[in-house]
């Protein structure tokens, strides 16, 4: 396989697993080595998009069409960009062309059928696009996952289950399928104990996803508000370093005053013991709950 077609699959990869740290990277080497190929122009036009750069990101686009203005993907991400700054005609109209370009792109398809279930716009359109999806590759997870979202939004909910848990057979590393589950436990069968079981192995697959916090935080508070303030608070002390390195000079200051007191205050011994004792052990804990969090999910210890 040429070289940029190696590269076109892994930004692909990457952004399919939402990591888009890699992808960045990977554009930006295909960038330096292919200048000239609308792939890449385009594939920056999404990352572009992500940040909410609308004007570049056309501009991207543009380029990238400028080349080859019979490239699908391209004319597709710009119905993207339309349709995320509200101009639901014009992002239709590009999606059509890019689909009448290619029929069988399975990008086009599966961007197009996103944005119409997204959008509740034409959930019978949507779902004839995720069933071609399938039969040009039934062993694509992607094409299950898909039909999931489209059947799910149709309140079909037995059989968007069945294409979810297909799509992770499929592919077991697939955290789309499982936040879907999830979502369907959650909000359409109100059942929070379910829906943890599910984002709980979407976590150990990404432990740093941002939408699986939110649902997972939901689920959490729904399920036992214990549970709810130990996961807010573990994403609260990992995330702020500052805090930390605050906490851990005001112990270093605490220990000689704590000292100090003790000896030029003996009446206060037992009072200082509380203080100091508890005051460590938050500290302990702000330091060690993200950690924590983590064991207690990957174990199973939370139940």
């Known amino acids: 396989m040429p070289q940029p077609q190696i590269a076109h699959l892994q930004i692909q990869k990457a952004f ?3 990591n888009y740290t890699l992808a960045a990277k990977l554009v930006k080497e295909l960038m330096q080595t292919a200048p000239n190929d609308p792939f890449v122009w385009t594939a920056q036009a999404r990352l572009q998009l992500l940040k909410g750069q609308y004007v570049t990101a056309k501009q991207s686009v543009a380029r990238a069409l400028q080349i080859n203005n019979s490239f699908a993907w391209g ?3 710009y119905g993207q960009i339309e349709a995320k700054q509200g101009n639901h005609k014009e992002a239709i109209e590009a999606f059509e062309f890019a689909l009448s370009l290619e029929p069988e792109n399975m990008d086009v398809l599966y961007d197009y059928a996103t944005y119409l279930v997204d959008t509740r716009s034409d959930l019978t359109k949507a779902e004839r696009w995720a069933r071609r999806r ?3 590759d039934p062993d694509n997870a992607n094409s299950h996952e898909l039909m999931g979202r489209v059947l799910m939004a149709s309140n079909e909910l037995q059989d968007a289950e069945n294409s979810f848990k297909q799509a992770i057979n499929l592919d ?4 789309k ?4 589950l999830a979502k369907m436990e959650l909000f359409h069968r109100k059942n929070a104990f379910s829906a943890v079981d599910w984002i709980r192995p979407a976590l150990m697959i990404n432990p740093d996803s941002m939408s699986l916090r939110l649902y997972f935080n939901k689920a959490m508070n729904d399920k036992n508000s214990l549970y709810g303030f130990l996961w807010n608070s573990g994403l609260l002390y990992g995330a702020n370093v500052k805090w930390n390195i605050l906490l851990l000079i005001s112990l270093l200051i605490m220990i000689p005053l704590y000292f100090f007191m003790k000896d030029s205050s003996p009446q206060l011994t037992s009072l200082l013991n509380i203080i100091f004792f508890v005051y ?3 500290c302990l804990y702000a330091w060690s709950s993200r950690s924590l969090m983590r064991l207690l999910l990957e174990k199973r210890w939370l139940n």
């Open 172 to 175: 077991p590393l697939i955290e």
């Open 177 to 180: 399928a499982y936040i879907g």
């Open 280 to 282: 460590f052990i938050y």
């Open 16 to 18: 399919q697993a939402e």
């Open 75 to 77: 004319h597709c991400m």
């Open 134 to 136: 399938i039969i040009l």
